[in-house]
Nanobody
Framework: QVQLVESGGGLVQLGGSLRLSCAAS???????????MSWYRQAPGKERELVAR???????NYADSVKGRFTASRDNAKNTVYLQMNSLKPEDTAVYYC???????WGQGTQVTVSS
């Protein structure tokens, strides 16, 4: 069973930065490089939304709301993906989740709160 563990969330002021990590283990299909990794977020009262997606070779695409501020990366040797978040805004406040496909597994989420 694939397991994903997120870390790195916290409370930050407007304009600040955070770096989220997601460590993956328990692969049932190939190795970590076989998987597409994504970051999602869910704010209170809102649906979960895709933030960034990164393929096995590190090519990423982003939601329009975070383009130019967030950067996704992965270290395949460490089975880990990262989300560097800069110039944070209060509207970035949410629980951030890591997702892996195939299999569609989710981590437990990490809270990011941006104060104004």
């Amino acid at each position: 069973q694939v397991q994903l563990v997120e870390s790195g969330g916290g409370l930050v002021q407007l304009g600040g930065s955070l770096r989220l990590s997601c460590a993956a283990s328990g692969f049932t299909f190939g190795r970590f490089t076989s998987y597409l990794m994504s970051w999602y977020r869910q704010a209170p009262g809102k649906e979960r939304e895709l933030v960034a997606r990164i393929n096995s070779v590190g090519d990423a695409n982003y939601a329009d709301s975070v383009k130019g501020r967030f950067t996704a990366s992965r270290d395949n040797a460490k089975n880990t993906v990262y989300l560097q978040m800069n110039s944070l805004k209060p509207e970035d406040t949410a629980v951030y989740y890591c997702n892996i496909k195939p299999g569609d597994y989710w981590g437990q989420g990490t809270q990011v709160t941006v104060s104004s």
